[in-house]
């Protein structure tokens, strides 16, 4: 008898999520100096966290002895203020992932279907079949979700329409107008689930929360991983109608947000400056990157996010070429993207480093193709 005669069947076919690699391990594999390495891989804030996130953080370690708020108050009462909804609306997680599969163990069930992009986020897919329901994965459109297709996908089994704009990892975002059509056509026995990890880059982001207040089912996930710079803490939250909160807490760890990760949170929403500095980075990150890209001759689909998806050829040649030179990116193979590799926004000279890496692979590979064999 093995273990696998013991676990649940889902476990067993549960794909394997690829996180982007450490730097440590980088360092460690190819003998380089982990201070050298260069990781633009899983889309972090290059600017890091705001000095007052930081600040808040090593204040609270003097009190790490003390469980944490489990029931976030403070946190909750600031986003309470920010986004002018109860208190009540917002559940925290560790890290926005944790929101989402909270909402597999409160909803989905064996025999439900799950409308997701095919190219969405991955997690969407893996909540769905640990919960033993079916991925109803639609294809997108020039790498962007096809909002009519998801509509006609939807029927009597479907549970949960997940949607992220911008979407990771093609970058591609559906507009406001488009969404909020979108999530007003569905059927009363579906949760529209908004994943807004990147809303924060966005100049026209959709805004659910008057479909909310109207009753319709919708929640949006947020986190603090992406602009406010802090995916080490593992903070993020969802918000939608009280019910549904209500319920999600039910399935929730009781210590699930740490006390750091609130600390530096509350801090983080309190200083605007610092994520307007962070959008005006990004914003110039973006256009260095795509200049670059295009420089390079290489088609990269468009993004308002925080990283630019590239049709490199053949994307985990390039991610290893690149890790040799201790540039971190991510090959996309595992999103059936075999040709692409997804670049975050990294500061001018670290965009300009990866650039110059890409290049140089790139050549290099040119010009032993067309060299005549000997
Ligand atoms: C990064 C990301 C998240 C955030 O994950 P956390 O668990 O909050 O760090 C959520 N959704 C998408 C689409 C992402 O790219």
Redesign the pocket.
């Known amino acids: 008898m093995h273990y696998t005669d013991l676990v649940k069947p889902e476990l067993l076919a549960q794909p394997i999520y690829q996180p982007g690699k450490p730097i440590e391990d980088v360092a460690r594999e190819l003998g380089l100096d982990p201070d050298t390495v260069l990781k633009l891989a899983?889309?972090e804030n290059p600017m890091g966290a705001s000095p007052q996130a930081i600040r808040a953080a090593k204040e609270s370690l003097d009190s790490i002895q003390l469980y944490p708020d489990g029931g976030c108050f403070r946190l909750k009462q600031a986003l309470s203020e920010k986004f002018g909804l109860s208190s009540e609306q917002f559940i925290v997680?560790?890290?926005?992932?944790?929101?989402?599969e909270l909402l597999g163990h409160a909803l989905i069930d064996k025999g439900d279907e799950v409308v997701m992009g095919k190219g969405a986020?991955i997690?969407y897919k893996l909540v769905t079949l640990l919960f033993g329901a079916v991925p109803v994965e639609v294809p997108m459109r020039e790498y962007r979700h096809d909002l009519a297709a998801m509509a006609a996908a939807v029927n009597e089994r479907t549970k949960i329409v997940f949607l992220?704009s911008?979407?990771?990892p093609s970058g591609t975002h559906n507009e406001a107008a488009d969404i909020v059509a979108f999530a007003e056509s569905l059927p009363d026995h579906v949760v529209f689930v908004l994943?807004e990890?990147?809303a924060e880059y966005l100049d026209d982001a959709a805004d659910l929360r008057p479909l909310i207040a109207s009753g319709r089912r919708i929640f949006c996930?947020r986190?603090?991983?992406?602009i406010y710079g802090l995916?080490g803490l593992?903070?993020?939250y969802g918000y939608g109608a009280s019910e549904l909160v209500g319920l999600l807490n039910r399935a929730r760890e009781p210590f699930n947000a740490n006390s750091v990760a609130q600390a530096a949170a509350c801090a983080a929403l309190e200083d605007g400056e610092w994520v307007a500095r962070c959008q005006a980075a990004n914003a110039a990150g973006l256009a260095q990157l795509r200049a670059g890209f295009q420089a390079l001759g290489l088609e990269c689909i468009d993004s308002m996010a925080n990283f630019l998806t590239v049709n490199v050829g053949d994307g985990l040649a390039t991610f290893e070429a690149l890790q040799r030179e201790g540039v971190i990116v991510r090959p996309l193979a595992p999103y059936g993207m075999p040709e692409w590799a997804r670049f975050t926004v990294g500061l001018e000279a670290e965009n300009a480093r990866a650039l110059q890496a890409l290049n140089s692979f790139l050549s290099s590979h040119v010009g032993h193709e067309e060299s005549p064999s000997s």
């Open positions: 899983s889309n997680g560790n890290g926005s992932n944790e929101v989402l986020f997690v992220a911008p979407n990771n994943d990890a990147y996930t986190t603090f991983s992406k995916a593992r903070i993020g």
